[in-house]
């Protein structure tokens, strides 16, 4: 893997160990040489696993859409920035510039894009990696829901498999390192996206 993109907060919560975990990932990233795709934000959880893969010398390479640029403060340090026009944009970018995908804690936002990007691997539109970080057990009550998708037989248990949990990073990086992807019948052509 050599780029991953990482979704995450935009605010920093209220929990130590998820800056932490962040500051841990940006860190390795730059000690493995994987570069950081992001939303390009210098604030919340965002702004500190930017700081830590850019203080590490890392690459960091950030997409934000034009109208964020506003609301959010941009990070102008980057090794680059891409600017988009909007935000379904914004995630095309970021996936075609990624050979992987990170979620860590985060809001609604952070869950839109994990899903969007695991729905398009249960698609079979893409075979990257898609892992979550579970710091301090953030996500402990999503994956019970999940589990209960799967039960109710909304969730195939394959597509829920698909979704790579860690507690630690090195424990997620070790597991999308050694991923791979079970055959997914290709539900719709690229070209019709």
């Known amino acids: ?99 992987a995908i990170i979620a860590l804690p985060g809001g609604f936002g952070t869950l839109e894009e994990l899903f969007e990007m695991i729905t398009w691997a249960q698609l079979g539109l893409h075979q990257k990696p898609v892992g979550l970080l579970n710091t301090n057990g953030f996500y402990d009550h999503l994956l019970k829901f999940l589990e209960h998708m799967v039960k109710k037989g909304f969730l195939k248990i394959e597509n829920y498999e698909m979704l790579l949990v860690g507690s630690t990073v090195d424990e997620l990086l070790h597991k999308m390192n050694n991923y791979r992807p079970k055959p997914v019948p290709k539900w719709i052509k690229k070209d019709q996206v």
């Open 1 to 99: 893997m050599e780029r991953i993109v990482v979704f995450c907060g935009s605010s920093e919560g209220n929990d130590q160990k998820v800056i932490d975990e962040a500051r841990a990932l940006g860190r390795r990233f730059a000690e493995l040489e994987i570069a950081l795709v992001y939303g390009a934000a210098k604030i919340g959880v965002m702004g500190q696993l930017a700081k830590a893969c850019l203080d590490h010398h890392g690459k960091v390479i950030g997409v934000i859409p034009e109208f964020l640029k506003m609301k959010e403060v941009v990070h102008l340090g980057l090794t680059e920035l891409y600017t988009t026009r909007n935000m379904h944009e914004r995630k095309l970018k970021m996936h075609e510039l990624s050979d």
